[in-house]
């Protein structure tokens, strides 16, 4: 299905408008940071992840990454998350004293 809406649509077009979901889902999120206990909010937020996880499947498909290269990727940059998360913990439990 989303091998015909990228042929349907244009590549550069879905690319574009990937930007565009990339672009919405800050606004919400920033929305929901400043209003956090309005339900509408939350629930736009929900929806703008949705619409930005399948715009990934769409540029996934349409940069033609295979599933092994992005779980490499993946996993490297999660590595390196926790990496920086012990470092930064070190840091902050020698600053105490």
Do not use: H, S
């Not at 244009?10 to 209003?35: D, S, T, V, W």
Request: overall charge negative; charged content about 40%.
């Amino acid at each position: 299905m989303i091998e015909e809406i990228i042929e349907f649509y244009g590549k550069e077009n879905q690319c574009r408008l990937a930007m565009e979901e990339c672009a919405e889902l800050i606004q919400a999120i920033n929305k929901c940071l400043r209003y956090p206990n309005d339900k509408e909010r939350r629930e736009n937020l929900l929806e703008e992840i949705a619409d930005v996880n399948i715009m990934l499947d769409v540029l996934f498909i349409i940069f033609g990454f295979d599933t092994k290269e992005y779980i490499d990727m993946k996993e490297a940059k999660e590595n390196r998350i926790v990496e920086r998360l012990k470092q930064d913990k070190e840091v902050k439990w020698w600053k105490c004293y």
